[in-house]
């Protein structure tokens, strides 16, 4: 099956940093997501970005299909930035997920 | 906003007791699914549902488990007889079949299984 690496696995910021987190993926995809899993558990929808670039507020993700890697840029981070970031994708329909990058932003 | 919602949010279990696990996908969307995350580690695909069948299950997806759409609304996992290492958070997804960002899953908030 298709495997997903995410890097780096934890990451430690001040309040105010910029920070770029990356997936790399095995094969082609049809689906690129990228999720915050809160200190609740719940996985927050972020991009949905198979390809190009979208920006939300203070996140933006890149996605080079041909390459197999995805971006995600948080900048100005904030300590509800906190917690677990998925990438995630799919190429039969069902999501494959990395093990995530544990971002802790302090104050 | 449309969004995907899972009851209940905590489950507290015996081992070998059966619990069924509660969704509602967006309405429009066809396309169901069932993850879990056992917890400090990644999320899971667990089984895949279309048209009324199972598309596509996961070596996780034993005969203890099984899922169900039971009327227009709601969508079900069930677990037979619950063991210890199902304890985990599930996460049910839809899908739409149309549109420009099609192939997205829309997460609901989770229910976090706790088997004793």
């Known amino acids: 099956g298709i495997q997903v690496e995410q890097s780096p696995p934890d990451l430690i910021l001040q309040e105010g940093a910029n920070s770029t987190l990356r997936c790399n993926f095995s094969d082609s995809v049809n689906n690129l997501q990228w999720f915050h899993q809160n200190p609740w558990g719940q996985l927050i929808n972020l991009f949905y970005?198979?390809?190009g670039t979208k920006q939300n507020g203070r996140l933006s993700a890149t996605t080079v299909a041909t390459e197999r890697y995805s971006l995600l840029y948080i900048s100005s981070s904030q300590t509800t930035d906190s917690g677990v970031y998925f990438c995630?994708?799919?190429?039969?329909?069902?999501?494959?997920f990395g093990k995530g990058t544990m971002l802790l932003v302090s104050p | 906003e449309p969004e995907v919602t899972q009851t209940p949010s905590h489950q507290v279990t015996q081992m070998g007791q059966e619990v069924i696990l509660r969704c509602v996908p967006i309405s429009n969307h066809l396309y169901f699914y069932w993850y879990r995350q056992i917890l400090g580690q990644k999320v899971e695909f667990l089984v895949s549902f279309y048209n009324n069948e199972i598309s596509e299950k996961s070596e996780i997806f034993d005969d203890q488990f099984s899922v169900e759409r039971p009327d227009g609304s709601n969508f079900t996992l069930k677990i037979r007889s619950t063991k210890l290492e199902d304890s985990a958070m599930y996460f049910c997804?839809?899908?739409?079949?149309?549109?420009?960002?099609?192939?997205?899953?829309?997460f609901g908030p989770g229910t976090r299984l706790t088997v004793l």
């Open positions: 995630a994708v799919d190429a039969d329909s069902t999501l494959t």
């Open positions: 970005i198979p390809s």
């Open positions: 997804a839809s899908r739409g079949l149309a549109g420009r960002s099609y192939n997205e899953q829309f």
